[in-house]
C-alpha cells in the first residue's frame, strides 16, 4: 500500500474513533488499546443472541437495514481488495485508486453505522453539526466520475451486452461490480428515510459503472477479449454487430 493511502486511511480510522468517543475520552480510548495488546480477545460473546449496537449504542437485530448495509459494504470492500491483489500482481495502473475507494467505503461504513436519529436531538444547533459530521463528501463522487471517464476514452465503443469475464483480474473486478450493486439496493432504505446522507447511494451507484469500465480496461490491458452479447433476430443484425465490434471484442449470439 502506498505512502499516501495508508495516511489516508489511517486519518478515516483516527476521524471514526473521534466522532465515536470524542476528545476526551479518545484519548482513553488510546490508552485502552495501547495496554490491552495480546490480552484483548477478537470475541465479545455480545452479539450471540443475535443482536448488535450501532456506533450510538442502540441495539438491533443482526438482519436489520443497518447491518444488512454494513455487512454488504464490507463484503464489497473485501471483493475489492481481492480484485486489487490480482492487479498487483500484473502491475496494472489503477490499484491506488481501489486502494482509496476501501478507504473511503471504511468512511461509509461509519455513517452507515451512525443514523442521523433526529427524534433524540432537541437542540438545532447540535443537530445541525452532527448533520455535518455525518455528511459524505461529493467531491469523492465526481472523483469517480473523472476516473470513468478517463478509463472509457481508452476503451472501445460499447453497443451491446458483455459477458462478465475477461481475464482472472477483470472477472474478479465483476464480481466486486454485482456486489457493489447489491450494496446499493441494501442502502436505498436508509438514505430514502433521512437516516444516511443520500450522496452515499449516488457515490456506490458510480462506484458500479466504475467498476464496469474497470473491469473492460483490465481486460483489454491483458489482452483478452470481452465476449459482446447479441440476441440475433436476422442474418443482417448479425452482420451489423460484427461489423462494430473491435479487435479486442468477440460476438456470441443467443437462440432465436
Known amino acids: 500500500m502506498s505512502l499516501r493511502i495508508l495516511c489516508q486511511c489511517t486519518r478515516a480510522v483516527v476521524g471514526t474513533q473521534r466522532l465515536l468517543f470524542g476528545s476526551s475520552s479518545f484519548k482513553g480510548f488510546q490508552n485502552l488499546t495501547r495496554h490491552c495488546s ?4 477478537i470475541y465479545t460473546r455480545t452479539g450471540d443472541k443475535g443482536q448488535t449496537s450501532l ?8 438482519d436489520s437495514d443497518f447491518f444488512k448495509a454494513l455487512g454488504t459494504t464490507d463484503e464489497l470492500s473485501s471483493h475489492i481488495g481481492l480484485a486489487k491483489e490480482f492487479a498487483e500482481e500484473k502491475s496494472h495502473d489503477y490499484v491506488d485508486q481501489l486502494e482509496r475507494i476501501q478507504c473511503i467505503l471504511q468512511d461509509i461504513s461509519t455513517l452507515l453505522a451512525t443514523p442521523r436519529n433526529q427524534e433524540i436531538i432537541d437542540d438545532p444547533v447540535r443537530e445541525q453539526r452532527i448533520k455535518e459530521k455525518l455528511s459524505f463528501n461529493p467531491r469523492h463522487i465526481l472523483e469517480l466520475e473523472s ?19 475477461g481475464g482472472r483480474i477483470s472477472a474478479s473486478i465483476h464480481v466486486a461490480r454485482t456486489v457493489c450493486r447489491r450494496a446499493e439496493r441494501s442502502i436505498v432504505p436508509l438514505t430514502t428515510t433521512g437516516l444516511v446522507d443520500e450522496q452515499v447511494l449516488i457515490y456506490i451507484n458510480r462506484l458500479s459503472d466504475y467498476l464496469f469500465t474497470i473491469a473492460r480496461y483490465a481486460s483489454l490491458r491483458d489482452g483478452h477479449k470481452e465476449t459482446i452479447y447479441f440476441r440475433p433476430q436476422s442474418s443482417a443484425s448479425s452482420r451489423k454487430v460484427n461489423k462494430d465490434v473491435s479487435e479486442s471484442q468477440q460476438v456470441i449470439g443467443g437462440d432465436n
Not at 38 to 41: A, G, I, P, Q, Y
Not at 147 to 165: A, V
Open 38 to 41: 495480546n490480552d484483548l480477545k
Open 55 to 62: 456506533f450510538s449504542g442502540q441495539r438491533l437485530p443482526k
Open 147 to 165: 476516473w470513468i471517464d478517463q478509463y472509457t476514452s481508452l476503451l472501445p465503443p460499447l453497443s451491446n451486452f458483455i459477458l462478465p469475464g
